[in-house]
């Protein structure tokens, strides 16, 4: 009785409705509630933007102290999960370590994994959001050979994460706050962004009626991949090899290449056609930090600028609608903060984690919720006959 479409790639197809986020990707913009993401980067901040994202409203006063408060005292994790840490080699990237501890939250609290306990998934989703960059920051640790730094109670959501990054027990680091501010606006900037493949990844696993840790790990295996999250990484990677104004020209060449893989990281999206807003408040945000270390003459930033305005005017790019995203500035700053290319993609993770979760939140709440279950176009053989094997 159903009408089958195909659509691979889901590029005409919506599998949800929501009331969290909305794009106009032609226009490019981006709002969360309603509220312009330009508006939350600048006015707002991390915590009150995952408070908006979760419950719909702008907290008052009152309630962004309690929520603030909430999450301050779920930052800790499970002591016993510092052994799963130490169970990965010292090389294994940050975001291998996080799909596998995250996904072990399970095991450690029973008393949050009862989805259909709305106050169990209340805890859920605290826990998620306060102890992501806890998990990040260990796995960040733990890749360097440093023992793990515990969370600061009294330093805000950005500054705790960047002490837990950058203090060793020898010496505290001291957070400078434009830092925590412009780490605070990487947060912001990627906290949630409706279906991308990552969010589809986590409500999909989520409608088996799966726990929200593991359907969270899912989320972050699928953030993982360059098309998606790792672009970040990858990005900087390619500024890198880059290396001098001069060499752009080839590069471009290559990724207009039809017979070359090679594409311009950072480049393009699927759903804006237009300049990506997040792009635009990140590139004020970059500016301001290399300001501030005095490293505006970093060489990369100049590959970066100068590629950004070659393939801003070049006829490919143009006429493809291929605008810098999200990730091309991301980098720049988060380099300049002192951290390697490993952790870009764990902090795009930590970032969305409260956009996973709100979706997760929607999605079960909602009567109509059922299992995900997308249907093919068969291409094989029709039906034949077993050949006994001495007969083949
Ligand atoms: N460099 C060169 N050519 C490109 C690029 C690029 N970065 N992106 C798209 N194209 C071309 C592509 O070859 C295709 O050309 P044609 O129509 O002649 O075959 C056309 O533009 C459309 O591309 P598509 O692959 O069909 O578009 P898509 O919507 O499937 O892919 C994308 C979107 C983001 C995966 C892609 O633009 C890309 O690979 N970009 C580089 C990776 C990147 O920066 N990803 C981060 C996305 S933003 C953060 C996030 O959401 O995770």
């Not at 994202?53 to 008052?60: K, S």
């Not at 311009?264 to 301001?288: C, I, W």
């Not at 291929?322 to 300049?336: K, Q």
Request: hydrophobic share 40%; with cysteine.
């Amino acid at each position: 009785g159903h009408v089958f479409t195909y659509d691979p790639g889901f590029t005409s197809t919506a599998s949800c409705d929501s009331t969290i986020t909305y794009i106009d990707g032609d226009e490019g913009v981006l709002l969360h509630r309603g509220y312009p993401i330009g508006q939350l980067a600048s006015k707002s901040h991390y915590l009150e933007v995952c408070y908006l994202l979760l419950y719909g409203e702008l907290p008052t006063a009152a309630e962004l102290e309690k929520f603030e408060l909430t999450i301050t005292r779920h930052t800790m994790i499970h002591e016993q999960m510092h052994n799963f840490f130490r169970g990965f080699r010292r090389d294994a990237h940050p975001m291998a370590t996080m799909v596998g501890v995250v996904g072990a939250m399970s095991a450690f609290y029973h008393d949050s994994t009862d989805i259909s306990d709305s106050q169990q998934r209340e805890i859920a989703s605290h826990r998620l959001i306060a102890k992501m960059p806890t998990i990040a920051a260990m796995a960040y640790k733990y890749s360097i050979g440093q023992p793990f730094v515990y969370p600061r109670n009294d330093l805000d959501y950005a500054a705790n994460f960047l002490h837990m990054c950058f203090s060793v027990p020898a010496e505290e680091y001291h957070v400078n706050p434009i830092l925590s501010r412009a780490m605070d606006r990487i947060f912001t900037l990627h906290a949630d962004h409706e279906q991308n493949a990552s969010t589809s990844t986590v409500r999909l696993a989520s409608s088996s009626g799966a726990n929200p840790f593991a359907c969270i790990a899912a989320g972050i295996a699928c953030l993982w991949g360059p098309a998606h999250g790792g672009a970040n990484q990858a990005c900087l990677e390619m500024l890198r090899e880059i290396g001098t104004p001069d060499r752009i020209p080839e590069y471009i060449a290559r990724a207009k290449d039809k017979n070359d893989p090679f594409r311009l990281m950072g480049f393009g999206h699927r759903v804006y056609k237009n300049m990506d807003p997040r792009a635009t408040v990140m590139k004020q945000s970059a500016d301001e930090v290399l300001e501030l270390l005095g490293v505006e003459d970093n060489p990369l930033l100049q590959v970066a600028k100068e590629l950004e305005q070659i393939a801003l005017h070049d006829e490919y790019f143009v006429s493809k609608k291929l605008f810098p995203n999200v990730d091309f500035y991301s980098g720049i700053i988060l380099e300049a903060m002192g951290f390697p290319t490993s952790m870009f993609t764990p902090i795009f993770a930590l970032s969305r984690t409260v956009g996973w979760v709100s979706q997760w939140k929607e999605m079960i709440a909602d009567p109509q919720n059922k299992i995900g279950r997308p249907r093919q176009l068969y291409l094989g053989e029709t039906a034949r006959d077993y050949v006994d094997v001495e007969n083949r």
